[in-house]
């Protein structure tokens, strides 16, 4: 068995001992959970902390495997928190089984974080580098301000939804006495069902993996990373460049949908600008400083990254100040090229590797 | 007719500063290739000096505009050595990461020094305008940030092109190897270079606060933002394309904010930016490199 395993690939093993340790970390946690070892607060951070690893790896699909810097990334978790809530909200008389219209409105959030994918994607991979960059902040910016003047009904004879330029408020939808209101323009929503679970948030982290991991050991995959390592190289070899950078750039839109969809129902109200500019900063600082394109680091990073600065608020204003300058001396001290001589020479098997490799 | 008017000239008025801001977005990027994020803080760090100034030592205007640019100068100047230096080598992103760092650490210590509650800026222009102008809508504020934008934008196109530290700086943002060898330093083009950015961001810092008097440690997270996107419309690196780019942005926002919504107006200006950038990929005035193979 034992030699079995050895004998495996190196990427197998990874990608193995990654989903050993998320479940391992699930059954722990859920089970310090059950047997009430855990404060409120550290609870009430677990759908979260699933949300953004779900969040950090689809980002480094972009990111990290595809290459291409992306800067918007919780513009697409802002359609699906949003969409997700609509489709939670109004189905909450027709499916009565709450996991159900969890799984749904997880789907669905997916499904219109995947569309905005491609409306977005077609015309921005058309750009490279910082010129793309700067497109998807823009884009991300567009979609916090356009779901600003999103005012959203349900009553007996469907949804109402109208843009909102002017002054109107909800009551300009009209709706008979059934109705609620689900988004009330720059309020957000609010009265939501809170459907999110810690197992939900871990069933999503196993699919998360299951699809990206998958992916990025197939023939797709692979194409996709040839596409990063040498754009013109990869082309002449037949690689068709943007249906591969497509496919890509949606699968990471419609995760980070499905993750919007369950942080947006983890919470009794939500406002669109809790999804601004800082929120895709955030989720990129765990992409890098997991390492681009390393999964399990994405994973730890965020887990790490969120805990961090929660725990420290004891130390209140100071906590943010601490949090920028480890930034910073993280960057400075992975890139130093004395302190990599320094580990090079304490870790002698790992650089034979690395000069074999 | 009054109101186009209005709308035109409070559109120009912001985006000169847009400009400024954006110059030195440009100049930083052109020379030293990052994505500088922190440069918006460094505007609010300016506002916060020069109000200090004025309020707490009682400074005449001009002084406290000065004492801003010198602080920003020095914080340009240490932020460039302590954070951005050690990454000269490093991937583009590990230096985006850091700058983002950099921004977080001022804005929470702007916050710890001066609190977060909003400071009200009393603006730094004391000149009375003639009846004929005031009527069209034209204030002290937005004359005077044109016509420092201007000067600001006249005075650097003939130091890039003329003096010899212009044609150092353009050396190292074609080809670093090269001026070096050349005997360039290039370290120190670098560094001049982040001063005279943020002695720019000082100077937008303050006029951005003399037009919207709010003071707060998030003032300068948008305008950067905002100015990062001007500079990218005008075509990163060009100098020309950022004040073009700048004015443009500005004028677009505030025709968005009169004519169709003020909660869509910052969607509408990136929506354009959008736009101008599938038609031109390099903005409107940067140079398309072809690929060599």
Request: net charge positive.
């Amino acid at each position: 068995m034992l030699r079995k395993f050895k004998s495996l690939k190196k990427t197998a093993r990874t990608d193995f001992f990654t989903y050993l340790g998320v479940v391992v970390a699930f059954i722990v946690m859920f089970a310090l959970q059950q047997a009430g070892a855990l404060s409120s607060s550290v609870s009430s951070w677990l759908v979260p902390i699933c949300c953004f690893i779900v969040m950090a790896v689809s980002l480094n699909l972009t990111v990290g495997i595809l290459g291409e810097l992306s800067l918007g990334h919780a513009g697409f978790m802002s359609v699906g928190a949003f969409s997700g809530v609509i489709a939670a909200m109004s189905l909450s008389e027709a499916i009565p089984f709450a996991p159900l219209r969890l799984a749904l409105a997880i789907l669905v959030g997916a499904l219109f974080a995947a569309l905005t994918g491609v409306v977005v994607g077609v015309p921005v991979l058309r750009l490279r580098g910082d010129y793309l960059a700067i497109v998807t902040l823009a884009f991300g910016q567009i979609i916090k301000d356009l779901i600003n003047c999103l005012l959203v009904g349900y009553d007996s004879n469907g949804l109402h939804i109208i843009f909102n330029l002017s002054k109107l408020t909800i009551e300009d939808l009209h709706m008979d006495e059934t109705g609620i209101a689900i988004i009330k323009g720059a309020q957000g929503a609010t009265g939501i069902e809170k459907l999110a679970t810690f197992p939900a948030g871990f069933i999503l982290v196993m699919l998360t993996l299951v699809i990206v991991l998958n992916m990025v050991r197939s023939r797709t995959g692979r194409a996709v990373m040839a596409i990063r390592d040498n754009r013109i190289a990869a082309e002449s070899v037949g690689i068709n460049i943007t249906k591969y950078k497509l496919i890509a750039f949606i699968t990471s839109a419609a995760l980070a949908g499905a993750a919007g969809a369950l942080y947006g129902l983890n919470y009794g109200s939500l406002v669109s600008s809790r999804f601004d500019f800082n929120t895709s900063i955030l989720v990129l600082v765990y992409v890098v400083l997991g390492g681009l394109g390393n999964i399990w680091g994405s994973i730890v990073a965020a887990t790490v990254l969120y805990v961090l600065p929660e725990a420290l608020r004891e130390f209140q204003d100071y906590r943010m100040l601490a949090y920028a300058v480890v930034l910073i001396l993280v960057m400075l001290a992975t890139n130093n090229d004395r302190l990599k001589a320094l580990l090079g020479r304490l870790l002698p098997r790992r650089k034979e590797e690395k000069d074999r490799g | 007719m009054t109101f186009f008017l209005s709308c035109l000239i409070s559109g120009i008025s912001l985006g000169s500063v847009y400009a400024i801001i954006a110059l030195g977005y440009t100049m930083v990027y052109g020379i030293a290739k990052m994505l500088n994020f922190a440069h918006g803080d460094v505007i609010m760090v300016g506002g916060y000096v020069c109000y200090c100034a004025l309020n707490y030592l009682g400074l005449p205007s001009l002084v406290s505009v000065l004492l801003a640019m010198a602080a920003c100068t020095a914080l340009g100047i240490l932020i460039e050595g302590l954070a951005y230096k050690p990454l000269r080598q490093a991937g583009s992103l590990a230096v985006l990461i850091t700058a983002i760092g950099v921004s977080y650490f001022l804005q929470n210590a702007a916050q710890l020094i001066w609190g977060a509650t909003p400071k009200t800026f009393t603006s730094v222009v004391h000149i009375e305008l003639p009846q004929t102008l005031t009527n069209v809508g034209v204030s002290s504020e937005a004359l005077v940030t044109v016509l420092v934008c201007v000067v600001i934008m006249v005075g650097l196109t003939l130091f890039i092109n003329k003096s010899k530290l212009g044609k150092a700086m353009r050396a190292c943002s074609e080809d670093k190897g090269a001026a070096q060898l050349m005997g360039i330093n290039v370290n120190r083009t670098i560094s001049v270079t982040f001063a005279i950015g943020s002695a720019l961001a000082a100077v937008a810092g303050v006029l951005l606060c003399s037009s919207f008097p709010i003071l707060q440690p998030t003032t300068g997270s948008m305008p950067g933002i905002k100015a990062f996107t001007a500079a990218v419309f005008g075509g990163i690196g060009s100098i020309p394309g950022a004040f073009l780019g700048g004015i443009l942005l500005g004028i677009i926002e505030s025709l968005a904010k009169g004519y169709i919504s003020t909660d869509l107006a910052n969607a509408i200006v990136f929506a354009v930016l959008i736009v101008v950038l599938l038609v031109r990929p390099a903005g409107l005035l940067g140079k398309y490199v072809p690929e060599k193979v």
